[in-house]
């Protein structure tokens, strides 16, 4: 299946340049010359991969990156920018990209990165034994097929941020830990929610 790539810069030449080569090899491509406009891009279509400038007039890409991940999207993101060196290189992947590459770069590099990044996420849709992420719902493996696991936007956020990946440990709020906890407790008797005391709560599987 053909994939869908958002590439979300403000350099036109640059755009036009990664539409022309990204369609070459065979990607299904849209372009967003700013962070706002890709705002209304992703409310409207769901892609499956983000191409990302750092560095662009209003928002720029880091925070625009960090704002998707603390609203649970994880759409794979690949930081381009001429902002190169280790730090740089850190504060992107720590906001949450799946990739960091310097400016200048080679397109086919950006391909392979695509390609790698994209397979990994279509595999991906098992986050952890007996619960499945597809399309941005949960979903619990029952003798009987899957059932969808009937989440808050609190709860899903939290499970989203537990599992990816699984043994990070998060900070939330008490009452939406417990009620998530005992949602999937009521599936998956092996599957908990503890508390790391004084820093938040991680997801284990027990060995019944």
């Known amino acids: 299946m053909t994939k869908t790539i958002l590439v979300i810069d403000d350099d036109k030449m640059l755009r036009d340049m990664l539409f022309i080569g990204l369609r070459r090899a065979d990607f299904n491509v849209l372009c967003a010359e700013s962070a706002e406009y890709a705002n209304e891009v992703l409310s409207r279509i769901s892609v499956d991969a ?32 001429a902002m190169s060196g280790a730090q740089n290189a850190i504060d992107g992947l720590s906001g949450g990209a799946n990739d960091y590459l310097a400016k200048p770069f080679q397109l086919q590099e950006l391909i392979l990165c695509l390609n790698n990044i994209t397979a990994y996420t279509a595999k991906a849709h098992k986050t952890l034994d007996g619960i499945n992420l597809i399309d941005g719902d949960f979903f619990i493996d029952t003798q009987n097929g899957k059932k969808l696991l009937s989440l808050s936007n609190e709860e ?41 005391r004084g820093m938040g709560y991680k997801i284990i599987k027990r060995t019944l």
Request: charged content about 20%; aromatic content about 2%.
């Open 50 to 81: 983000i191409v990302l400038d750092r560095m662009m007039n209003g928002q720029d890409g880091l925070s625009f990156l960090k704002q998707i991940r603390q609203n649970g999207d994880l759409t794979p993101v690949i930081m381009l920018t």
């Open 156 to 196: 899903k956020k939290l499970l989203q941020k537990l599992i990816t990946p699984v043994g990070s440990v998060i900070s939330a709020t008490p009452m939406v830990a417990k009620r998530l906890r005992s949602k999937i407790n009521a599936l998956l008797p092996n599957i908990d929610i503890i508390t790391v």
